[in-house]
């Protein structure tokens, strides 16, 4: 009895544990890319992003192939054209919207927005793919929505591209969700190997509209910055921090329930907001702080209600979608989403 107790308390240990280096990880990678936009003036969020793909790749190689950290899971040369290019296509346009919104608006408002993934996500299988949801799903929605419409509203340092970038980010994550369901099925991807796979062609998609778009800024920036050497290696070592964010991610999710990790997805967007205010000072107006809340409140909610949901047999003579197909929607933090 007493070593189930001792074996139960190091259960939770180390799931905390998990969920701060998590936090860590992923809190320091959101405010250094916005540092490195306001504070380094490199102003160029698709040459980040494509840093940040190359180190992730490197360090997925690394982890699989050098180090065998994580076994290899084999996807045959054919399936790496038809599904993983397509998901590394879709994948990178996320990421780079979530760095060109991050160079526009401030982070505490950009956190905000990405938190109305569940609704496009629900209303994209609701409109593309026909999928019948409970009305419970529907009414979660709604303070979710409401708190986004309050927070960007009530916005002080609005800006509508940032704003527009960080929508189609919620879209494409959306996106690449429910394309995760049908180009990857049958395979079962962690979060190392769908680096390993997704990053090389996302580097190669983002190279040339880097080079062509911001290739000249780029240029004109090292002549001009007073330590660009050092501004490189900084940007380099972040792309490192970038990729042990990802690795992080795996242990996160084996070492949680799906409820504590959406819980802990949305207190973390919270952590995430209070760290970036206390040190970029932007200004916050009370409504807007109370349109966050209500947001966050609204993603737990939802994801307590799909954890309701999931735990019920379909209801016979309902037309519930099949549990196969409903089921994979995900709990507000898409266990395949990988934030750069």
């Known amino acids: ?101 991050l160079r526009y608006i401030p982070v505490s408002f950009m956190q905000t927005i990405k938190s109305f993934t569940p609704a496009t996500t629900v209303v994209l299988q609701w409109l593309v793919w026909r999928k ?38 919620c879209l494409a994550t959306s996106t690449k969700t429910i394309l995760a369901e049908s180009l990857l099925h049958g395979y079962k991807f962690d979060s190392i190997n769908t680096v390993y796979y997704m990053a090389p062609y996302a580097t190669m998609i983002l190279v040339l509209p880097a080079m062509l778009l911001e290739g000249n800024g780029v240029l004109e920036w090292l002549n001009t910055h007073p330590y660009p050497w050092s501004a490189l290696i900084i940007i380099f ?29 949305n207190l973390k967007v919270a952590v995430a907001v209070l760290v970036s205010w206390l040190i970029f000072r932007n200004p916050i107006s009370y409504l807007n702080a109370v349109g966050c809340a209500i947001t966050l409140v609204g993603c737990t909610f939802y994801g307590y209600v799909r954890h309701l949901l999931s735990q019920q047999p379909p209801v016979p003579g309902t037309p519930r979608t099949p549990r196969s197909k409903m089921e994979s929607l995900p709990l507000v933090n898409d266990k395949l989403e990988n934030k750069f």
């Open 237 to 265: 070592s972040f792309g490192v921090l970038a990729f042990c964010f990802n690795f992080s991610i795996f242990y996160v999710i084996h070492s949680t329930t799906a409820v504590t990790f959406n819980v802990a997805g």
């Open 1 to 101: 009895m007493e070593e189930n107790s001792v074996l139960f308390q190091w259960s939770v240990i180390r799931s905390l544990l998990c969920i701060l280096q998590w936090w860590t990880f992923n809190v320091t990678v959101i405010i250094v890319n916005k540092w490195i936009f306001q504070k380094l003036d490199f102003k160029f969020p698709l040459s980040v992003s494509c840093v940040h793909f190359i180190c992730s790749a490197i360090g997925a190689y690394i982890v699989i192939k050098v180090l065998k950290l994580k076994p290899l899971i084999t996807v045959d040369p054919e399936d790496r054209w038809k599904r993983i290019f397509p998901m590394s296509f879709v994948f990178c346009i996320n990421i780079v919207l979530g760095n060109v919104s």
């Open 132 to 169: 019948y949801f409970d009305w419970r799903i529907w009414a979660s929605l709604i303070p979710i929505v409401g708190g986004i419409l309050l927070t960007s509203v009530t916005e002080m340092s609005f800006n509508m591209f940032g704003f527009c970038a960080a929508l189609l980010g």
